[in-house]
């Protein structure tokens, strides 16, 4: 169990470390220009080291004898319907992050602009922050089933 502990570390300094670099030494690639270097790498990196721990570490836990004594009673099918509850609420926040970068770019544009315009633009701005809300009205929906 200590190897998979070593490897989960791993995995997270792995990630940060590519980071750094890709930041520091970005690829040569086109790429768009919403995606640099940086980004990829650590998605990359991420991905390949959750993927390699589920694959490697599964097993291990799976093989593992039920505690006889205490425990919190928390079975691994519970343990990732929790993980499967919580990723509403963070994809529909990065896609709200990604929606109101531009829309708030353009708001101010506007509002510089033409401030009586700013009611119209805080509608526009609430529409992409209800992204998020959507993504947490599911994880509480979800959370009530388990």
Same mark, same amino acid.
């Given at each position: 169990?200590? $190897?998979?502990?070593? &490897?989960?570390? &791993?995995? %997270? !300094?792995?990630?940060?470390?590519?980071?750094? $670099?890709? /930041?520091?030494?970005?690829?040569? *690639?086109?790429?768009?220009? $919403?995606?640099?270097?940086?980004?990829?790498?650590?998605?990359? %990196? &991420?991905?390949?080291? %959750?993927?390699? &721990?589920?694959?490697?570490?599964? =097993?291990?836990?799976?093989? =593992? /004898?039920?505690?006889?004594?205490?425990?919190?009673? @928390?079975?691994?099918? *519970?343990?990732?319907?929790?993980?499967?509850?919580?990723?509403?609420?963070?994809?529909?926040? @990065?896609?709200?992050? @990604?929606?109101?970068?531009?829309?708030?770019? !353009?708001?101010?544009?506007?509002? !510089?602009?033409?401030? /009586?315009?700013?009611?119209?633009?805080?509608?526009?701005?609430?529409?992409? /922050?209800?992204?998020?809300?959507?993504?947490?009205?599911?994880?509480?929906?979800?959370?009530?089933?388990?």
């Amino acid at each position: 169990m200590s $190897w998979l502990i070593s &490897f989960m570390a &791993f995995s %997270v !300094a792995a990630t940060i470390a590519a980071g750094v $670099w890709l /930041e520091l030494k970005p690829l040569s *690639v086109p790429l768009p220009h $919403w995606l640099k270097g940086g980004v990829l790498g650590n998605f990359l %990196v &991420f991905g390949l080291a %959750v993927t390699g &721990f589920l694959y490697l570490g599964v =097993q291990d836990v799976l093989a =593992q /004898e039920a505690a006889a004594t205490g425990g919190s009673g @928390i079975s691994m099918a *519970v343990g990732l319907a929790l993980i499967g509850i919580g990723l509403p609420t963070g994809l529909a926040a @990065i896609g709200a992050g @990604i929606a109101l970068g531009p829309v708030g770019a !353009a708001s101010l544009a506007v509002i !510089a602009e033409k401030p /009586e315009m700013f009611g119209r633009t805080l509608i526009y701005m609430g529409l992409a /922050e209800g992204i998020a809300i959507y993504g947490l009205v599911m994880s509480i929906l979800l959370l009530g089933k388990l």
